[in-house]
């Protein structure tokens, strides 16, 4: 009894070690981390503070895109971008009222939009089609009508 | 004929159950709208609309239900354990300021002045009678420990030389974990949440109040978990003549509950801006930590199912599977909401994982995960022990026991269906906490759509459970008075190993469980501080 009862401490042990191992190559080695933006910004003036103040999509370089995007109660400002198969777009979302989510199924496109803060995520659509954009945090009455979509051709 | 005080003790206890009971009934049954409205079966009035509901439900099963419940189960533990004439004025007062306490958060809820859900996260402002009443919710359960701590030490004082009882052990780690975690929760109330709903502060500081509820909101799980361990470990054993199967790795068990349970909450952020991954990756290894207790418990249930049986001349392993009784709703509850345990650890270990959590972070895959938890192990044990439970408290006999059998069979094949079916709508995009989830024909959306069909069955089914254990629980208060056996719990294997004393210095491993509460949000805090985020206003949007 003793025996058994201190092998399955091991194996529980050791089952811990084999999953932080796996993860901690894919974290350190393969650099896998979660969205982490630090920026800050004034959630009463994020229309007038830039780059917010002219949210969209940007052309940074070939097949490179900056997305601004403003999420307020209950719609994506833009709602709707299009870009061509093979773009990688770096979303920014921040939201002048209340937490917002920003997911597009599908993809690891997957963030919490908070007032305050600035969040950031890259993506590179490999595959056309149209892709739902949704607000996956409650944020109040007219929340499932807070969606958009990116189109790629 | 139980003594006096003994019978005043149970009424007590009774009055735990009962208000769990009508707690979960109220907020189940806003559980099945949510079901059919999400599938498009059932369209919501405005006057009575899904978010209002989703925070009812939430907040009435998922905070009230499982606490009343917990409170009953350590308070009956500790008594029982420690047999004495005692007072219960604070037993009482514990009871009725949670009540008013949950009370007056329903209120607010069900008038509308609080569809927050229960995360209420800001900037959503509720009405501050809300955030009071929780308040008060948690401040009772404070009083439960100050009751169970004073009966431990009164046992201390009074048996010098004994060993504190395994039973009063489990509940008093359980709530000293839990008094740790309410700390965060209590202070984003205190001196934020109450203060700027009653507009006395302009504005609220979103990402701290977010890993304050959080640094709270996952140890608040393992409450619910340490309440389920308390049934396996010292009531199920009874149910087929078993025993503990060790004294030191039950209370190995809490003890890392406590160690292990705090410094995990940012797991609940990895998608939130505002806190670097670093430390989200440190909070990734501490949530595996609880990979130990889990398995460690997994493996002394099995062990006291084999000894028990090998003593009754049964020997294999499906031959012992065969042998316990299944029969029994007492045994049948928990011995399903382990299995269904299995799919809940399972998930547990994905959404840990901030590689994984990416994909189904916010989606149903997330409510498919906490209702085969805490609507798994967690609801499914304390519905079937109560079937053991009352009859011994009420001196009655359990009415409808078919009944109960069903019940406990019926929710395991209703969480089975509805929780398989939320965890793939996860996978596929499904988001949680919406209402409608067709998004106007979006053909992204109609993958998941036979999904959440397949939930509402499944939810449906989970109701018809819930509205037979209540006919189960109010019928057998009507049944006629007759001897039941006495509330006894299950004594420890006589070949098992010596405890080390070491392990029941509980207020040892409550100031270790501080320290790594304290390494583990030092940094994150310190770096919210450094970044002076500004305050957000906040509004009411619905």
Redesign the interface.
């Known amino acids: ?2 025996k ?2 201190h092998a ?2 091991i ?3 050791v ?2 070690v084999v ?2 191992g796996i ?1 901690g190559v ?2 350190l080695h393969d650099d ?13 003036k994020v229309a007038q503070t830039a780059p917010f103040d002219k949210p969209g999509l940007h052309q940074t370089g070939a097949h490179q895109y900056d997305d601004y995007v403003i999420a307020h ?1 209950f719609s994506f400002q833009p709602s709707t971008i299009t870009v061509p198969v093979g773009s990688t777009v770096t979303f920014y979302a921040t939201s002048p ?3 917002h ?1 920003f ?1 597009i ?2 993809t ?1 496109v ?3 939009v ?7 995520e890259t993506h590179t659509f490999r595959t056309a089609g ?3 954009l ?11 009508f807070m ?1 958009g979509s990116v189109e790629v051709q | 004929m139980d003594q006096a005080f003994v019978q005043r003790e149970n009424r007590l206890i009774i009055a735990h159950i009962y208000f769990a009971t009508i707690a979960l009934m109220v907020g189940a049954s806003f559980g099945l709208f949510q079901a059919l409205s999400r599938a498009s079966w059932l369209h919501l009035p405005s006057w009575f609309d899904y978010y209002r509901m989703l925070t009812a439900h939430g907040v009435l099963n998922a905070l009230v239900f499982t606490t009343f419940f917990i409170c009953g189960l350590a308070t009956l533990m500790v008594y029982r354990a420690i047999p004495r004439n005692r007072s219960l004025t604070i037993g009482w007062l514990a009871f009725w300021v949670m009540a008013i306490g949950s009370a007056m958060a329903a209120v607010s809820i069900l008038s509308g002045s609080a569809s927050v859900l229960y995360t209420f996260y800001a900037p959503l402002k509720a009405s501050p009678w809300f955030y009071i009443g929780a308040t008060l919710l948690v401040v009772g359960t404070w009083i439960v420990l100050v009751d169970l701590t004073g009966n431990a030490l009164w046992f201390g004082r009074n048996h010098p030389g004994e060993r504190l009882p395994l039973v009063v052990h489990g509940s008093v780690t359980t709530f000293v974990m839990w008094f740790i975690a309410t700390l965060g929760v209590a202070a984003e109330m205190l001196f934020f949440l109450i203060p700027w709903s009653l507009n006395l502060v302009p504005t609220v500081n979103v990402m701290f109040t977010r890993m304050l509820f959080w640094y709270f909101g996952h140890p608040l799980v393992y409450f619910w978990i340490m309440g389920a361990y308390l049934i396996w470990y010292n009531i199920v054993p009874r149910l087929y003549n078993g025993r503990v199967f060790s004294d030191s790795l039950t209370r190995l068990t809490f003890i890392l509950l406590l160690l292990l349970s705090t410094p995990v909450g940012l797991h609940h952020e990895f998608m939130d801006p505002g806190i670097s991954s670093d430390w989200k990756w440190v909070h990734t290894m501490t949530t595996y930590g609880v990979v130990i207790p889990s398995i460690l418990t997994a493996f002394a249930v099995f062990a006291s199912f084999e000894l028990a049986a090998q003593r009754a001349g049964i020997k294999g392993f499906l031959a012992t599977i065969a042998w316990l009784p299944w029969k029994n709703p007492a045994f049948s509850g928990p011995a399903l909401g382990m299995l269904l345990f299995i799919f809940g650890g399972l998930g547990g270990v994905i959404n840990a994982s901030y590689a994984m959590d990416t994909i189904v972070h916010n989606t149903m895959w997330i409510v498919g995960h906490f209702h085969v938890t805490v609507g798994g192990p967690v609801a499914l044990s304390f519905l079937g022990v109560s079937y053991w439970l009352i009859p011994r408290l009420t001196g009655r006999k359990l009415w409808a026991p078919g009944l109960a059998l069903a019940q406990t069979y019926a929710w395991f094949v209703g969480m089975m269906i509805m929780s398989t079916a939320m965890h793939w709508a996860g996978i596929l995009g499904s988001p949680r906490r919406t209402d409608e989830v067709s998004y106007f024909g979006s053909t992204t959306a109609a993958v998941w759509m036979p999904e959440m069909h397949w939930a509402a069955i499944g939810g449906s089914i989970l109701f018809l459970s819930i509205l037979m254990f209540v006919a189960v629980a109010a019928g057998t208060l009507f049944t006629p008075k007759t001897e039941t056996d006495p509330i006894v719990f299950a004594t420890v294997e006589p070949e098992a190993l010596v405890t080390s004393p070491l392990l029941d210095r509980i207020g040892v491993w409550a100031v270790v469980a501080v320290v790594f509460a304290f390494l583990a949000y030092a940094g994150p805090v310190h770096d919210l501080i450094a970044a002076h985020p500004y305050g957000a206003p906040g509004m009411r949007t619905w």
């Open positions: 009894m003793h058994s009862e399955w401490m194996f529980s042990i089952t811990l999953f932080l993860m894919a974290a896998i981390a979660p969205p982490s933006h630090m920026q800050i910004i004034d959630p009463t109660i009222d209340v937490v989510g997911f199924p599908n690891a997957n963030l919490m908070i007032p305050g803060w600035v969040s950031e149209t892709y739902l949704l607000c996956n945090e409650y944020c109040g009455a007219g929340h499932h969606y």
